[in-house]
């Protein structure tokens, strides 16, 4: 025989499930959301987003990550949705995400990922982890890989003067001499190599899309052969073109870097009390046909350290 339930029985049940199907109501009830907020679906944003969530739901794993890709998506779609959703935060990775959150999410707690200079989108409701690698920790691994470079060349914009400004202090700091010229485009960028590349022992590139260009890129790399002045890149990409060798961030550590402070948020930390980061992750990739062309001898244990090496 089956059993009728009975109206109070019922009445539970029409609840449930009304609840079960309500917006926003997960299986674990109460179920909080993180939103992640992409500029694109690419590898290395990829990256930073597995270790994010390599933390977030290793220590917090009830959970939901709630993905959104702005170049998939139409923005004032994907602003009226993070506003329903209210998550306890919203995690960005790109240049991009970073500004459309901090124009449209002034409310909700935000975490900017993959993103060069963050400093001009702070906000109260806002701290990050830098994509760039600090002056000090490049210069000292230089310094480490290249005991006998001395003169470092570098070249910039108005845009990334203040990038210069912090290498020069660095080289002062330990023991260097910073080798400058400013440009307003890369355009000029011929002149002012073939202006430094006699004074110089290695060229220091620095992220500048004002200077750096795939044309002025190329001229560089082949310039910087010609004179016999090694150049260090910003990712293997460089160091596979013909730079001698280059330092990038480790990706997938950015991401658990952020993930710590994700969860410091969820605790309840207001996050312009989390102080902003810079990789602590950094991974090296060598040219060995460089080296070899420009005479210089790495040492054995760099190269088995090293995180990719071209040959």
């Given amino acids: 025989m089956v059993k009728v339930p009975t109206k109070p029985m019922l009445k539970l049940l029409i609840i449930i499930l009304c609840l079960l199907l309500s917006p926003g109501w997960s299986f674990a009830a109460g179920q909080a959301e993180v939103s992640v907020l992409f500029s694109a679906d690419i590898a290395p944003y990829r990256q930073a987003f597995e270790g994010f ?18 170049e998939r998506e139409k923005p004032e779609k994907v602003a009226r949705q993070i506003d329903s959703q209210k998550p306890l935060l919203v995690f960005t990775v790109g240049p991009e995400a970073a500004k459309f959150a901090g124009t449209n999410l002034h409310h909700t707690p935000l975490i900017f990922s993959m993103v060069l200079r963050p400093q001009s989108l702070a906000a109260p409701n806002v701290t990050w982890v830098s994509l760039e690698i600090p002056a000090r920790a490049r210069l000292e691994m230089i310094r480490k890989l290249l005991p006998g470079v001395r003169r470092i060349g570098v070249i910039f914009s108005p845009d990334s003067a203040p990038l210069y400004q912090e290498i020069a202090r660095e080289c002062d700091r330990l023991g260097l001499r910073p080798v400058g010229r400013q440009i307003e ?22 992220p500048d899309t004002r200077v750096f260009s795939p044309k002025s890129i190329q001229y560089l790399l082949a310039e910087a052969m010609k004179t016999r002045v090694p150049v260090v890149g910003l990712a293997a990409s460089y160091s596979r073109a013909g730079a001698l ?30 102080k902003p980061a810079t ?28 995180a990719e090496v071209f040959k």
């Fill in 245 to 274: 060798l280059s330092f990038e961030a480790d990706y997938r550590d950015i991401g658990r870097q952020a993930g710590a402070m994700a969860l410091r948020i969820i605790d309840g930390e207001n996050p312009t009390s989390i």
């Fill in 185 to 206: 485009s890369g355009t000029e960028l011929p002149e002012a190599f073939a202006d430094i590349a006699s004074r110089i022992d290695l060229f220091l590139m620095v």
């Fill in 53 to 70: 969530r390599e933390i977030v739901q290793q220590k917090r794993g009830g959970i939901a990550i709630i993905e959104h890709i702005l």
């Fill in 279 to 306: 990789p602590r992750g950094i991974k090296t990739s060598l040219n060995l046909a460089v080296a070899k062309r420009l005479r210089i001898s790495l040492d054995a244990a760099a190269v088995k350290e090293a």
